[in-house]
């Protein structure tokens, strides 16, 4: 089969590779769609640890059934799926309980680690176990499909702090996650949702997607805004969706006192705050990773309109394009948020 393998930093071949042999608990995919995300393109960098070569990445994806193992159930060749990026052992304790991003033996499609290689679906085919797969509405297009991953990360996210009638919301970071969030923080009926970002562009597509305000820290005092926002409380619930040092510290800064911080970005892996912002006014800190079970909620979402994902994708290309459509999100000189590449 052709696939796009990840050779060594800053280096994809559009090459032939081995064709997939099925697992008894695994279905064998076709694959029609794939979203490139931005893990994939730190990733490509070679400096994360996640993507160690050679590997085929790939984890928002969308096909075909080609072929079902022995203990499968459910579904049969031709059925259009779609399928989560975590791959969870569906039998330990958390799996159990539903949480499957926290499954104790848990990996992730078209990431490879010391402990795990799991290759992905930027690539004619992929094999992954049935109970991660999904089918898809008729008219639920593959490329929309590609998107339902994402979007069930800021699903996730959103899920992981109240969020009341009465509350403003701040997202900071409107990338492909953070819009996301933005339409789940109104999807639980937020107050205000106001976005953040250094990205004209972006914000732009904010305000299309439902927020109230779109500010850009370049322009404007981030934290002096949301509190003329909030008649100087605060925000009730911010979604830090950058993950560097500082904008979590803004995160901080700008959330009120008995506010909720929810982590979503993890760019960088350490954050010097001050403690006593977290003592004395009580904050509440949340980390957000993956999704868990959102996934399938998002399928409905999406088709019946709620989610949006048609302004998030900037471009359709072959695979075969994959290593300049890396440059490109990589050089970040144009204004794009979601490129699918179709084997």
Same mark, same amino acid.
Request: hydrophobic residues 35%; aromatic residues 6%.
């Given at each position: 089969m052709k696939a796009l393998l990840y050779t060594k930093p800053y280096c994809l071949e559009y090459s032939d590779f081995t064709h997939p042999v099925i697992g008894d608990d695994e279905v064998l995919v076709s694959v029609k769609a794939c979203g490139i995300c931005g893990s994939d393109v730190q990733g490509f960098t070679g400096k994360t640890g996640r993507r160690i070569p050679p590997l085929?990445?790939? $984890?928002?994806?969308? %096909?075909?059934? +080609? +072929?079902?193992? +022995?203990? @499968?159930?459910?579904?049969?060749?031709?059925?259009?799926?779609?399928? !989560?990026?975590?791959v969870y052992c569906n039998k330990c304790q958390p799996?159990?309980?539903?949480?499957?991003?926290?499954?104790?033996?848990?990996?992730?499609?078209?990431?490879?680690?010391?402990?795990?290689?799991? $290759?992905?679906a930027f690539a004619e085919y992929v094999t992954v176990p049935w109970w991660i797969v999904s089918k898809i509405p008729d008219d639920m297009s593959f490329v929309q499909s590609a998107l339902l991953e994402p979007a069930s990360i800021g699903t996730h996210a959103?899920?992981? /702090?109240?969020?009341?009638?009465?509350d403003t919301v701040v997202v900071i970071g409107a990338g492909t996650i953070g819009l996301f969030i933005l339409q789940a923080a109104r999807l639980r009926g937020a107050a205000k949702v106001i976005v953040a970002d250094i990205n004209e562009f972006r914000l732009e597509v904010a305000g299309k997607l439902g927020a109230d305000k779109a500010i850009n820290p370049l322009k404007s005092d981030l934290r002096e805004t949301i509190f003329k926002e909030t008649k100087n409380r605060g925000?009730?619930?911010?979604?830090?969706?950058?993950?560097?040092?500082?904008?979590?510290?803004? %995160? @901080?800064?700008?959330?009120?006192?008995?506010? $909720?911080? @929810?982590?979503?970005g993890n760019l960088e892996k350490t954050a010097e705050f001050n403690l006593q912002e977290l003592v004395a006014r009580e904050l509440t800190f949340t980390g957000s990773y993956a999704s868990s079970g959102e996934f399938r909620d998002c399928i409905?979402? @999406? /088709?019946?309109?709620?989610?949006?994902?048609?302004?998030?994708?900037?471009?359709?290309?072959?695979?075969? !394009?994959?290593?300049? /459509?890396?440059?490109?999100?990589?050089? /970040?000189? +144009?204004?794009?948020?979601?490129?699918?590449?179709?084997?």
């Open positions: 085929i990445m790939g $984890h928002e994806a969308a %096909g075909v059934v +080609e +072929e079902t193992g +022995e203990n @499968v159930k459910g579904f049969e060749k031709g059925d259009r799926v779609c399928f !989560d990026s975590t799996c159990r309980m539903g949480l499957y991003n926290r499954c104790e033996k848990r990996q992730v499609l078209g990431v490879s680690t010391p402990e795990f290689k799991r $290759h992905g959103a899920n992981r /702090a109240p969020i009341s009638t009465d925000a009730d619930v911010t979604f830090e969706a950058v993950g560097y040092a500082q904008t979590f510290r803004d %995160g @901080v800064s700008l959330t009120k006192t008995g506010g $909720h911080l @929810v982590a979503v409905n979402l @999406v /088709a019946s309109g709620k989610i949006n994902v048609e302004p998030l994708i900037s471009n359709v290309l072959p695979l075969k !394009d994959g290593p300049s /459509a890396f440059e490109r999100l990589l050089k /970040a000189e +144009e204004n794009l948020l979601k490129i699918v590449l179709e084997p």
